[in-house]
């Protein structure tokens, strides 16, 4: 008579969590959601991106009254990135700036203004490109610019230093 074998796969090291999990947590969270259901970026990622896109725009959004670290920014409706401040938001993302034919590309396939320029159609454009491909490289891009997993902006000193790097005071 042959041996029961147990269909079920017993890892060698049951104590050992699976590659996809994360431990650390007390009380986890599960991620937003960056794309809905039809695949298009998420109001809450949108909202994410906004700051994101404000932080290097030109023109620059007003300050809020309350200045702190963790109040989201909104780009004027106007605004683009231009080559000084797509780099910035490069240099910021990845740690370096776009190579030329990379910048080339961005101009050839995404919204731009007449004078080649990131509008924040275009922006968004490059987020829900990325995020279908890959969706953990948004994940460290959100984190970089002080976003948790549930797309809440923490207050990190990165970011102030961000901040206070890339918007001039507004002066009425």
């Known amino acids: 008579m042959a041996p029961h074998i147990d269909s079920r796969i017993q890892s060698p090291r049951p104590e050992t ?3 996809s999990s994360r431990q650390g ?4 969270q599960l991620d937003a959601q960056l794309l809905d259901a039809d695949g298009a970026v998420s109001v809450k990622l949108e909202r994410c991106l906004r700051h994101i896109f404000a ?3 030109t023109p620059c959004p007003a ?3 309350k200045h702190d670290s963790i109040t989201l ?6 605004a683009i990135l231009d080559a000084t401040g797509l780099d910035a938001w490069a240099r910021d ?3 370096a700036p776009f190579s030329e034919e990379t910048k080339e590309e961005l101009r050839e396939f995404l919204d731009v203004n007449e004078e080649g320029a990131l509008t924040f159609k275009g922006f968004l454009q490059i987020y829900q490109l990325q995020t279908e491909n890959d969706e953990e490289e948004t994940w460290r891009d959100l984190s970089n610019h002080g976003f948790d997993r549930t797309l809440i902006l923490v207050s990190t000193r990165r970011e102030d230093e961000a901040e206070s790097a890339h918007i001039p005071l507004v002066v009425s």
Do not use: Q, S, V
């Open 25 to 28: 947590r007390r009380n986890p």
């Open 55 to 57: 932080k290097y725009c």
């Open 93 to 95: 993302t990845n740690g």
């Open 63 to 65: 300050r809020p009254r």
């Open 17 to 19: 969590p699976e590659p």
């Open 73 to 78: 920014l909104t780009p004027p409706g106007d």
